[in-house]
């Protein structure tokens, strides 16, 4: 019997295709994969936010509680985000509910988008529910930190839902009504961010190139100017809003003069965005190389029948590495463009095999399809078992988790009418307290740097000075290479105080003759709360380094108590000191320097020479930090960790103290430790 060739492109599909049954069964699937969705974002609910979706969350909650945009808080990004995380605030609450509202919603009117752009190509639910799927099993990948809904995620939900629009006629033109949702999807999504344009350009040329002869090429770029004008209109309501509120300025310094500096040269990044490495990274390959292959391999044949389609599809895929580029940066999350494209590439695959015409067509359709099925379930399945505090350890290291428990103990130790004030990026301090920024600006990047630096540095100091928060809580490589003066306003009203070890990155500081100051002064049971663990008695042994040591506090007797003389090249070991200060002040590797947190601070240093000895201290690049202080004539015992030299031979070690920007303890009359060693 010979086998009935595939339904080709571009017809009505089947009466059994329209069938009741059917559309209920696609109903079916698809509240099922909604519901999967639904169940995965679950899972890493409560991941640690990273520093955007902690921001817009911030920002939500301020605007909600009457805080104006731009103005009383600032950020570079179009409302769009803002609004929609005012509104996930507003439903969900502040916090985890919000954002996992917004991630559901967001998923789920993507996977919609990408089952009817499936769908388009040749009228089968079958091909819109296979790229349905392949989305619910990417969509959250680790790498490319899909499971929290940053701005990507709501730029696509409008981006594929009106590619499911512009390749539904096939290649041909679109209907009036359809133009005009067109433009307003692309005008909702340029309110996420400005990049969104160059999307409607790439395909709104291959829209145009498509058609056939001149009179529909034509009406093509006619439609095309009809959705720039519904996008100019957004804007120019959105320009009309802020005018009204007078706020004009405030908001397009934020927004287009801020970004052309964040961004740099367009040219540059554009070029670098088309090298291989930033093309397809492999965060980017390993996530979706089975639907690569699937896509390239029927692509080819759905080409064929649906070149329209396909090239539109083609086009979609260059907007998107525009997207990714043309900010410059790079990070993980702007990948996500790609994951809709691949799906929907997928899913078209599919159908291109099923297309050729032969008894085995269907049968390697399928194969294909629940190959690449596998593979994706293989590559995100793993992820599922780990906990929502290693998926932020996997993507970010433990920072976010710190700043998590971090947040909650400053949150605790604050009473309701007192604030605090980042001084970095770890919006995330505000997001786990429970509290909003005392100024305008969440980090200080726009202050360090830029066309509003001056201006947004006086308004943030103004605003300090009318509510002083009663903590600062600093970076530690968030330092200014000049002078700062909000560094500077903060150097004359604030101390330092000791850290728990797991807070050394995140340096804390009180306000002199505050409510903390005073109790830590008296040694109350709150500064030990503030601390997460350091008792006041341990408060009492705290020694923070506020200038140079005097004559006589340079007074540090150093002795082996275990360093082996017998090494292998590059091998790195523990090496125990034994440290005893005979000075009349205590030492420590705290500063009270805001600006530079090592200023001032005892640290130790070696070096391995091959001559006798040298008077310089050239050689001594390392630091090692004490492990606590140590106090007039008490005496610890300090592990240091030291790497042998590269090249076998008799070497001299020599270990000795230093005082950042004031002086070598060798040369105040206390010599370290110098010892003979063989390296083999």
């Given amino acids: 019997m010979n ?24 109903i079916l699937v698809l509240l ?46 179009p409302p ?58 990417i969509s959250g990948d680790l790498y490319l930190q899909g499971n929290q809904p940053n701005t990507e995620v709501f730029m696509n939900a409008c981006q594929v839902w009106a590619l499911a629009l512009w390749v539904r006629p096939r290649g041909g033109l679109l209907r009036m009504r359809d133009v005009l949702l067109i433009g307003a999807l692309f005008a909702l999504s340029s309110l996420y961010k400005q990049i969104a344009w160059v999307m409607l350009a790439t395909l709104g040329a291959a829209y145009v190139l498509i058609q056939g002869g001149w009179r529909a090429r034509r009406q093509a770029f006619v439609h095309l100017c009809v959705m720039g004008l519904v996008c100019a209109a957004a804007w120019a309501a959105v320009f009309g809003y802020f005018g009204f509120r007078g706020r004009l300025h405030n908001f397009y310094s934020a927004v287009f003069t801020y970004n052309r500096f964040y961004a740099g040269s367009m040219r540059e990044n554009v070029l670098q965005g088309f090298s291989f490495s930033s093309l397809a990274p492999a965060c980017l390959r390993a996530a979706v190389w089975p639907l690569g292959l699937l896509g390239v391999s029927g692509l080819y044949m759905a080409l064929k029948q649906a070149r329209g389609s396909v090239v539109l599809l083609l086009a979609a895929g260059l907007g ?57 379930l293989a590559h995100e399945a793993p992820f599922y078992r780990l906990s929502p505090d290693e998926w932020s350890r996997r993507k970010y290291g433990d920072e976010y988790v710190i700043v998590a428990r971090l947040g909650h103990a400053i949150g605790r130790t604050l009473r309701p ?5 980042v001084w970095g990026a770890q919006s995330g301090l505000y997001y786990n307290s429970g509290r909003l920024p005392p100024t305008c600006v969440l980090y200080p990047d726009p202050l360090l740097g830029g066309p509003l630096a001056k201006q947004l540095s006086e308004q943030v100091i103004h605003e ?24 500077n306003w903060f150097q004359a009203r604030y101390r330092r105080l000791p ?9 804390i500081c009180i306000r002199i003759g505050g409510r903390l100051d005073r109790e830590i002064s008296a040694l109350s049971a709150n500064a030990g709360t503030l601390l997460s663990g350091m008792t006041p008695d341990q408060l009492a042994d705290v020694v923070v380094m506020d200038g140079p040591l005097g004559e006589k506090g340079y007074a540090l007797d150093l002795s082996e108590e275990k360093i082996p003389t017998q090494w292998q090249k590059n091998e790195l070991k523990q090496c125990a000191i034994r ?38 201290f050239a050689g001594f690049d390392t630091r090692t930090e004490l492990p606590g202080a140590i106090k007039p004539n008490a005496v610890i015992t300090m592990n240091m960790a030291i790497q042998a030299p590269s090249t076998p031979g008799t070497y001299w070690l020599e270990i000795e103290a230093v005082q950042e920007f004031a002086a070598w303890f060798k040369d105040k009359g206390s010599p370290g430790i110098r010892m003979e060693a063989e390296v083999k």
């Fill in 80 to 137: 769009a985000t803002h609004v929609t995380y005012a509104l996930g605030v507003w439903v969900g609450g502040f916090g985890p509910g919000a954002i996992y509202l917004l991630n559901v919603f967001a998923a789920g009117a993507i996977m919609l988008g990408v089952f009817f752009a499936g769908k388009a190509l040749d009228g089968r639910a079958e091909t819109g529910l296979w790229a349905a799927g392949f989305w619910v099993l």
């Fill in 417 to 421: 009418e007192e604030n605090f004030f």
């Fill in 3 to 26: 086998a009935q060739p595939a339904v080709p492109f571009g017809i009505r599909p089947t009466e059994a295709e329209d069938h009741p049954w059917k559309r209920r069964r696609t």
């Fill in 464 to 487: 300090l000075q009318r509510a002083p928060p009663e903590i600062l809580i600093t970076e530690a490589w968030r330092r200014s290479e000049t002078p700062h003066p909000v560094l």
């Fill in 320 to 376: 998107a590495a525009l997207e990714v580029s043309l900010p410059g940066k790079f990070w993980p999350h702007y990948y996500q463009f790609w994951l809709p494209l691949f799906c929907v590439g997928g899913a078209w695959g599919i159908a291109g095999l099923r297309s050729v015409a032969g008894r085995w067509a269907k049968p390697i359709a399928c194969a294909g399809g629940l190959l690449a099925v596998l593979a994706l």
């Fill in 499 to 507: 850290l728990n070890a797991e807070w050394s990155n995140f340096p």
């Fill in 579 to 616: 440290m005893k200060n005979n000075g009349n002040v205590g030492l420590s590797s705290l500063s009270s320097d805001l600006g530079d947190i090592s200023k001032f601070a005892v640290r130790m240093s070696y070096r391995w020479t091959k001559e006798g000895p040298v008077q310089s």
């Fill in 32 to 77: 099922f994969l909604g519901l999967v969705i639904a169940l995965a974002r679950l899972h890493t609910c409560h991941e640690p936010p990273e520093p955007d979706l902690a921001t817009y969350t911030v920002i939500g909650k301020g605007l909600l509680e009457g805080r104006t945009l731009y103005s009383g808080l600032w950020h570079q990004k």
